[in-house]
């Protein structure tokens, strides 16, 4: 079982890295926190409820961005469902493996983005739309091994504490 406390500290931490006030050309190929971390606990966690998490973290970045209500929970939902049904295939990677082979998802995210965007008539570049998917890519590796060396450390310390 997963700590609670942990699980809503990453998704909170996801959200504070999404509106950090960064540069204007750092900020054009910002990563998308919220769906590594979704995609993480996904994966990685069957037991974690990821889906009813992305709906909340999404409504969150909706209401953060002033985005159509929907919009980023709708893309995130889409993205832990898709992982969780092939984290079968997935989990057979190496972590930097598994973020080329989650690319895809990234993409269909992206695309959900600006898809919806176009219907609401929201203004967007669409050749910098795909940047956030390189630098996604490149952010899984990292924040995967944190996240697996956190719940590592919290399951030692909770197998010493059960020693007589």
Avoid at 89 to 112: E, K
């Amino acid at each position: 079982m997963i700590g609670a406390l942990g699980f809503l500290a990453s998704l909170v931490l996801a959200l504070m890295l999404q509106v950090v006030d960064l540069p204007e050309w750092a900020a054009l190929a910002r990563p998308a926190w919220p769906l590594v971390i979704i995609g993480y606990w996904a994966l990685y966690v069957p037991e974690a409820p990821a889906i009813v998490a992305a709906w909340l973290l999404g409504l969150c970045c909706d209401v953060l961005f002033s985005a159509p209500l929907g919009q980023h929970a709708l893309g995130l939902v889409v993205a832990a469902v898709l992982i969780r049904r092939l984290a079968g295939i997935y989990i057979l990677f190496p972590t930097w493996q598994a973020g080329l082979a989650l690319i895809p998802v990234w993409g269909l995210y992206a695309f959900l983005m600006f898809w919806i965007d176009g219907l609401t008539r929201h203004a967007a570049d669409a050749t910098l739309r795909w940047l956030p998917i390189v630098s996604t890519s490149i952010a899984w590796p990292i924040c995967a091994a944190l996240l697996d060396t956190v719940r590592a450390r919290r399951a030692r310390r909770r197998s010493r504490m059960r020693l007589p």
